[in-house]
């Protein structure tokens, strides 16, 4: 199972690293999903690395509605959430990622990054499992992956501890695997 995940991440990055070349813009186009979505009380993102599509409009658009923003901290092998706005001061994190530096939050909306999605709302990411611990310890958080539209692939490989979103948005669609999660 991990020499194939292994591989998919190889194609998969590949495929994301295209799609952000030919539309370097795409970030922008995920704000018109915000309607589909539940103002949330807090909203959790990510500064995009490596070719990452931009989930930043996204949450500006859930912040405009009254939401805060948070941002992701990697602390000792396990993710958490510290509040940020923007302009805010970063500091480099591990695997150099800038994080904030304010108080630690609970959100009840995650932006989640990821190689590769289905349908079904099954996500490939990079493998260490960050999101997917923090996801099932926070059973009742709306999990939202945000990707391009080229990520889309038929079927990933799952095992027991993938946690599958509720709702995936792209620069050309949304997709809604559980309609509960739907605003």
Known sequence: MRNAKRA????????????AASNPSAGDALAQHAA???TPRCVA?????????DPLPLARALV???ASLALPVVDGGAIHFCAWREGEPL?????????????????????VPLLAFTRQGDRLGYGAGHYDCYIASHPDITTIGVAFAAQEVQDLPIEDHDQALSLIVTEKTWIAPREATCG
């Open 8 to 19: 998919l991440r190889q194609h998969a990055m590949a495929r994301r690293a295209e799609a």
């Open 36 to 38: 589909h979505i539940a």
């Open 45 to 53: 993102a990510y500064r995009p690395i490596r070719n990452e599509i």
């Open 64 to 66: 405009a509605r009254g």
């Open 91 to 111: 500091r480099k994190g591990k695997f150099g990622i800038e994080e904030p530096m304010g108080p630690k939050v609970s959100p009840d909306l995650l932006l």
